[in-house]
């Protein structure tokens, strides 16, 4: 029994990880490419339609998945499996004609807001890639639940990298690659994607004859919260660039695109850590109370800051380095963005490990007010710095609200948990004297080690 439940996790562990990395792997391979193929007024219309039908994505990706992973994994292979699954895919047709009608009637006034007709064109074309996706998140959704990861790793894979292959293609060939070409491609992933987790979905695919309407509203009821969450932290994260969209131009957004692109890197240990502390602090909150989740969020933000202040000072001395990688000599002009976004780094483990906390001790509404407060925030800091700095005042105007919401996520912990942030700063010196503990016994031993081997021979 424990060597199957140990090849479980291995055969999990592998396969996720896998597609994480493949996501990695083929955006910024992608993104490198499209940087180097675009101009930047076209990759700035690129990633504003990328902004837009990620708002969308997110919306149906958190009205479905948490609620359909939580009732299929607890219910067996009957009527009410059936039943589930049943609900789930009328729901996801509600969602995704909402989502065709919001595509219909805001592709214009997008086209109007950033000055490109094109993106109205690729707009009404996602459309068609909305819909197609329906089978590839219905899917992986059904896999998750049934806890096979197998059919998600390929289905991803195989999307993601024919993406890759296609913009590689016309990279390579040195031929003409247009904004609505690279829209219409997007109808074949899905396809694909789609195809290739239905393939591994099957067997767990089971329906019921008639609809549940209650099983409807159950599964809405659930997501509603998560989808609310979702959208405004989407929101929070791209307002800026909405916003350089509209006041500044295209062009500006691919500048700092890539700025952020490049930051987000620093997000990898966070959420890393966050997955693991939500458990920990879940079963700590039970067993210890306050007290010790306090202590965890302490220790977890300085350990996050250990890994990431080394990677955030060689950015903000060497950005030239990073920039020319990714975007080539025509990005330099990113530089004085990057430096002021790479401190994004610092608040956001602060930020992430404040939502982790307050869902474990069953506080989700506290974390979901915090978004909506640091969304409206961001808005009115872009716009005031924006309107006076230009493209820079989008890095002023976030940093201000990370700064803002910083002190107000640090009230509410010590009220609550009694959390003293500046401790956090005092784990970072325990973890790399630590560090330096474990990397200077370790070569103490191998020294050991060679020397006896030396002196038998």
């Known amino acids: 029994m424990a060597s199957k439940e140990q090849s479980y996790w291995l055969k999990s562990g592998f396969y996720t990880i896998s597609e994480r990395l493949s996501v990695l792997f083929f955006g910024f391979g992608s993104l490198i490419l499209l940087l180097r193929t675009f101009t930047k007024e076209e990759y700035g219309t690129w990633v504003l339609f990328l902004t837009v039908t ?165 599964l809405f009821n659930f997501g509603k919260y998560v989808f609310g969450t979702n959208l405004n932290a989407m929101l929070y994260k791209s307002i800026d660039k909405m916003m350089i969209g509209s006041l500044v131009g295209t062009a500006p957004v691919a500048i700092y695109e890539l700025a952020v692109r490049i930051t987000n890197l620093s997000e990898v240990p966070t959420f890393s850590v966050a997955a693991i502390v939500f458990p920990q602090s879940a079963r700590q909150m039970a067993a210890e109370g306050k007290g010790s989740v306090g202590l965890l969020y302490e220790k977890s933000v300085g350990a996050i800051l250990a890994l990431v202040i080394p990677f955030i000072l060689f950015i903000f001395v060497f950005p030239e380095f990073f920039i020319r990688i990714l975007g080539g000599d025509k990005y330099l002009d990113t530089v004085p963005i990057l430096q002021l976004t790479i401190f994004y780094g610092l608040f956001i483990p602060f930020a992430t490990q404040f939502g982790t906390i307050l869902d474990s001790i069953g506080k989700p509404k506290i974390n979901f007010y915090f978004t909506i407060l640091g969304t409206i925030l961001n808005v009115v800091f872009n716009y005031l710095f924006i309107t006076e700095y230009g493209l820079i005042g989008a890095a002023y105007g976030t940093i201000t609200t990370y700064i803002i919401t910083f002190a107000l996520h640090q009230y509410v912990l010590y009220k609550m948990l009694g959390i003293k942030a500046y401790n956090a700063f005092y784990y970072i010196l325990d973890f790399y004297k630590q560090g330096y503990s474990m990397t200077y016994n370790f070569l103490k031993a191998k020294l050991i080690n060679v020397k006896a081997k030396y002196l038998i021979k």
């Open 54 to 218: 990620s708002l969308l994505e997110v919306s149906r990706v958190g009205l479905q998945q948490n609620a359909l992973v939580k009732f299929l994994t607890t219910s067996k292979k009957d009527q009410e499996y059936g039943k589930i699954i049943t609900a789930s895919f009328l729901l996801n047709f509600i969602i995704t004609a909402f989502c065709v009608i919001g595509l219909l009637a805001g592709s214009q006034f997008f086209g109007w807001l950033w000055s490109s007709e094109e993106l109205s064109t690729m707009l009404i074309i996602y459309i068609f890639t909305t819909i197609l996706l329906i089978p590839f998140y219905q899917c992986n959704f059904i896999q998750q639940a049934n806890l096979d990861f197998r059919g998600i790793f390929f289905s991803t894979f195989f999307s993601k990298g024919l993406f890759f292959a296609y913009v590689l293609y016309y990279y390579l060939s040195n031929q003409h690659l247009s904004l609505v070409n690279l829209a219409i491609f997007q109808i074949l992933t899905a396809i694909v994607g789609g195809l290739v987790s239905y393939i591994f979905a099957r067997k767990y695919l089971q329906f019921s004859k008639v609809i549940d309407w209650q099983w409807v509203a159950k």
